[in-house]
């Protein structure tokens, strides 16, 4: 199957480009040291500099670095009738509630992305892919992402306050729950949907567990002791959620997806951390 990665090397696209036998990745060229061998195109969707996309024909294409509706928009211009399938990876953000209503779509949304913006965002994009491909489009919805190569906040800064070990303010409550799913199963969903060549929206989810429980976890694999303590909420810490999104962390993986088990992705991103060039000293954005 020839698939086109808009990105290929990032968190998930990375996970995405492992699986594939024949992909093309569009991207800046900011990791060519990644996947030798591979097929490449130089261009960059900020700048909206498709011109690299003008030849070629692949089965399908794997978005997973659009956020606002006109990079879909001018992707699937510069890629004309020259494309099988469109994927179009989106978010968790785009559901209004633990239901499956949607937010309303914002087709205006401006750099930066906020937690206002971001889930609208990407509604409208997946509401462009569908107006172009129709049955031929396939979204595909992940709660939190986590695993080796995130840089993003998330699992790794849980994991990383783990090693550290010791007192650990949480800006919440520990018995909030949390959901996160295991990047190689996103990228599994992903290839299995183009394999079969499913349309339609799906979810990509993985074990539910508690702040608590997942500070456990982490702390069992970098063998250290932790004593969470709740401080007042003030401050930022990754996978803290205000109580309404509570009863949004319990979502149902889709039909044929693998489940990682929670304590094996907290091992590898700790195997991750641990080699990277980063270290275990990199503190966690805002």
């Not at 978010?91 to 750099?111: Q, T």
Request: include cysteine; charged fraction near 25%; aromatic fraction near 6%.
């Amino acid at each position: 199957m020839r698939v086109l990665l808009l990105g290929g090397t990032g968190f998930v696209g990375r996970a995405v480009t492992d699986l594939l036998d024949e992909p093309t990745l569009f991207n800046r060229g900011t990791d060519d040291n990644l996947f030798p061998g591979v097929e490449r195109r130089r261009g960059d969707r900020e700048t909206g500099d498709y011109a690299s996309l003008a030849t070629g024909e692949w089965d399908a294409v794997v978005d997973t670095t659009a956020y606002y509706p006109w990079q879909v928009r001018q992707a699937m211009d510069a890629l004309g009738d020259r494309v099988g399938r469109y994927l179009f990876v989106s978010s968790h953000a785009v559901f209004a509630g633990a239901g499956p209503d949607l937010r309303p779509a914002d087709y205006d949304a401006a750099p930066p992305l906020t937690n206002d913006n971001y889930g609208p965002a990407k509604v409208a994009c997946e509401q462009e892919v569908v107006a172009r491909f129709g049955a031929r489009a396939t979204i595909v919805r992940p709660v939190k992402v986590a695993g080796p190569h995130d840089n993003q906040n998330g699992l790794t800064d849980w994991v990383r306050a783990a090693v550290r070990g010791g007192r650990f303010e949480l800006p919440g409550d520990p018995a909030q729950p949390v959901q996160l799913v295991d990047s190689r199963d996103l990228a599994r969903l992903v290839l299995s949907l183009l394999t079969d060549d499913r349309g339609g929206a799906h979810t990509a989810a993985g074990p539910s567990t508690d702040l608590a429980g997942l500070m456990a976890l982490c702390a069992a694999a970098a063998g250290t002791e932790v004593e969470i303590v709740p401080v007042a909420e003030e401050s930022y810490f990754p996978l803290v959620k205000p109580r309404e999104l509570w009863d949004t962390q319990n979502r149902s993986p889709a039909e044929g997806q693998t489940v990682t088990l929670l304590e094996t992705t907290v091992r590898d991103v700790l195997s991750w951390i641990a080699g990277s060039s980063t270290g275990l000293s990199k503190s966690h954005g805002s």
